[in-house]
Nanobody, 126 residues
Framework: EVQLVESGGGLVQAGGSLRLSCAAS????????IGWFRQAPGKEREGISC????????YYAESVKGRFTISSDNAKSTVYLQMNSLKPGDTAVYYC???????????????????WGKGPLVTVSS
């Protein structure tokens, strides 16, 4: 059974930084997509970033490109989301998500399909 355990949420002032971590376990393949969705109060869930475990290819939504960086430590089976230049509009619950890759395609097509963590809250104050 795949499990995703997030950590690192909290309160930060606008312009500050936070790093989220997601420890993954239970994958039977070494080729999977893993990343982050977020959901702000009263808004739809938004996929913001993912990384493919086998080759490190990444995806970023326009809303976070240039400010957020996703990375992975395969030895620790952990994915990180470094969030810089945070804005009040980044306030949301951030979910670590994952799914097995299929032949072809990018992580964006697969990371939100199967497994979800519980989601830490990130609050950015103005």
């Amino acid at each position: 059974e795949v499990q995703l355990v997030e950590s690192g949420g909290g309160l930060v002032q606008a312009g500050g930084s936070l790093r989220l971590s997601c420890a993954a376990s239970g994958f039977t393949s070494d080729d999977y997509a893993i990343g982050w969705f977020r959901q702000a109060p009263g808004k739809e869930r938004e996929g913001i970033s993912c990384i493919r475990s086998s080759d490190g290819s990444t995806y970023y939504a326009e809303s976070v490109k240039g400010r957020f960086t996703i990375s992975s430590d395969n030895a620790k089976s952990t994915v990180y989301l470094q969030m810089n230049s945070l804005k009040p509009g980044d306030t949301a619950v951030y979910y670590c998500t994952a799914g097995p890759m299929s032949v072809g395609g990018t992580c964006r097509s697969y990371y939100g399909l199967d497994y979800w963590g519980k989601g830490p809250l990130v609050t950015v104050s103005s």
